[in-house]
């Protein structure tokens, strides 16, 4: 274990506008590296003003290279463990994993009559980036990443689950199961009856009747 705690990763920074000549810099780190280290390494090689001002960004990007989600990394937080989180990249991949250099942002943006722990907005958007894969979603509005595979893959999880029915916002999904399920009786009737669209009871025919 020792050994594989010393085992060295390249770490690949995009730094985008920060520099005119490199569209992204390599750094040898271990499993230990902090991204503060990483962030003043690129900041010296950059010939930026120190690294303090600077801090690493997780960004998850789709096919045409669209920037969809983006997480600041903390000062102690290492990279080379969040790489290895991110999925294998297979011919199919539909999305990309970066880390970028960006300008860091003030822990006191929402000081003005507002304030908020950055870290609670931190492991909020950590719990968004990643999801449990085997979650299932009533709403395909819900899911994290909204595309053809991850909305099939929705119904057909839930299918496997026994649930025949699913939303998308007020619309309703049927998958036909071609035989008899249980979910029609009164009891059925009266508890969707007079009952808005909502999270509180799964989606069914007799929500939207």
Known sequence: MEGEANNRYIVQ?????LSQHYEALS????KQTTSEEIVQCIAERLSLCGGGGFELAEVVGDALGRECKERRLGPAECPVAVMLLWP???MTQQEYYRFYLRE??????????FTMDPQLIRD???RFLYQPQDREYPDLC???DLNEQTLLENLRTRFLSGHIYTYVGSILI???PFKFHPIYNPKY???YQHRRLGPELPPHIFAVA
């Open 13 to 17: 920074v995009f730094v985008g506008a």
């Open 27 to 30: 750094v040898e780190a271990s």
């Open 88 to 90: 294998k990249s297979t």
């Open 104 to 113: 860091k942002l003030s822990d006191n943006l929402w000081a003005d009559g």
């Open 124 to 126: 909020y958007f950590y």
């Open 142 to 144: 819900q899911l994290p």
């Open 174 to 176: 049927a998958v036909n």
């Open 189 to 191: 009737v009266k508890l």
